[in-house]
């Protein structure tokens, strides 16, 4: 496929910037995603309670997606990328405080603050690169933005594999309230300075990242800029958004979709460790070899698109996570973490082609309409919770009947735009 096909003319480094973007939340995703664990062994905590970092942090995603669709839609894209990746940067350096404070409910807040930027970030990243190039391939030309960022959740799950997890304290939770105040408290603090560390230094990455897109003058031509005053009919989309079933659908199949994600990926340890015993050090690998599936997956999904419809593969790899899921409930040993590791390969396209499918023709509405797609990331901050209550009553085995049931709500959308003779076929090239 040339270039001139696949993004307009003069668009090539304002999309490789966004490129950089999209790797940038992979990393703070998945570099949170084992504190779930963390936490809950630092601060002694149930894996409910210590699930609050997944709510922190896709409640964020959901809160801040909307004033992001404004910033949009008043200034332009570029704006809301500038926005999103201050908030994110704010966030990142907060971590130093928190540690500082040695305190759960800081690290929460440094946590609503960063994926708050992100949201904005993302809202804005998503439909840019969708209007960066023709219609017909645009599902096509988001999954393959979308491809590079899995290289920055491998990057963000090595991190915790190599600077978190490894200075755990071994001692658990009873051995932790034996000890006497001063000594938990020196063993807290070096595990918590472990986890600023990393965030601190994230932080200084999107801070370069920020002056680059700053510099970089990006061309109108991807979309409309709209003038100084320009009036936003926000109840009038809103009526538009609702009725496009299409799109509503989508934003539900998204829910699920995130909700999958999150508890496959924030559970992973957990399983392994209940399955095979061992440190969180050791269970982390596995959680580093679902990303590298995520990662190789993606691209593979990018390139079947050029041949098969986007909504016939979602369908396909959504009923192939579910048997995954049930596998990986049915056989809770070296097996199962394998089912569950090879999750990533059905999830993989997931987040992309419902994004593109959904946004599909909306014209005018797209930036709303991407908030709401944005919006839907709820999932990940509600569904945790639900999967982290299952595993504390029924075991880590049991509880990937949530991510189960997830997927199957998936497949259905799927099946839905399959159903519409409408929608756009592979795009071969």
């Not at 109840?235 to 979709?257: C, E, K, S």
């Not at 959504?318 to 899921?325: E, H, I, R, S, V």
Request: glycine share 8%; aromatic share 12%.
């Amino acid at each position: 496929m040339t270039e001139r096909r696949f993004v307009h003319a003069g668009m090539r480094m304002p999309f490789i910037l966004l490129v950089t973007c999209f790797a940038a939340w992979g990393v703070a995703a998945n570099m949170t995603d084992p504190l779930v664990q963390v936490f809950s062994r630092i601060f002694s905590m149930s894996t409910l309670q210590a699930s609050f970092v997944q709510f922190s942090y896709y409640g964020a995603y959901f809160l801040l997606a909307l004033p992001a669709a404004f910033i949009n839609r008043r200034f332009s894209y570029k704006t809301g990328v500038l926005v999103g990746l201050g908030c994110a940067i704010c966030g990142a350096f907060m971590f130093y405080p928190a540690a500082q404070a040695m305190t759960f409910g800081f690290f929460l807040m440094a946590l609503f603050l960063l994926a708050g930027g992100l949201s904005i970030l993302e809202t804005s990243a998503n439909p840019f690169v969708i209007a960066m190039g023709p219609d017909e391939n645009a599902t096509r030309r988001l999954n393959f933005a979308q491809a590079f960022n899995p290289v920055g959740t491998n990057i963000g799950v090595l991190l915790a594999a190599t600077l978190i997890l490894p200075k755990l304290n071994t001692a658990s939770a009873e051995d932790r309230a034996a000890m006497a105040p001063e000594a938990l408290r020196a063993v807290q603090q070096s595990e918590l300075q472990a986890v600023m560390v990393p965030y601190v230094g994230f932080a200084f990455v999107l801070l370069a990242i920020w002056v680059a897109i700053a510099l970089m003058r990006m061309p109108t031509e991807a979309e409309v800029e709209l003038e100084p005053g320009h009036e936003v009919h926000f109840a009038a989309t809103l009526r538009r958004l609702m009725r496009n079933r299409h799109y509503v659908l989508g934003v539900i199949a998204q829910f699920f979709n995130v909700a999958a994600q999150t508890c496959t990926w924030t559970f992973t340890i957990q399983y392994v460790l209940a399955a095979t015993g061992g440190t969180e050090a050791q269970a982390g690998w596995y959680l580093q070899a679902s990303l590298i599936v995520f990662l190789i997956s993606r691209f593979v999904m990018v390139w079947l698109m050029g041949f098969l419809r986007p909504a016939a593969l979602l369908t396909i790899m959504a009923l192939a996570g579910t048997g995954l899921c049930l596998f990986a409930v049915s056989s809770p040993n070296v097996a199962g973490i394998w089912a569950v590791v090879m999750l990533s390969a059905c999830l993989s396209l997931m987040f992309p082609t419902i994004y593109g499918i959904a946004l599909h023709g909306l014209g005018e509405d797209t930036k709303f309409g991407a908030a709401g797609l944005v919006m839907a990331i709820l999932g990940g901050a509600l569904m945790p919770l639900v999967h982290g209550a299952v595993l504390d009553a029924q075991g880590a085995a049991l509880s990937y009947i949530v991510p189960a049931a997830c997927f199957l709500v998936v497949a259905g959308y799927g099946l839905f735009d399959l159903k519409a003779k409408t929608r756009l076929g592979p795009t071969p090239g």
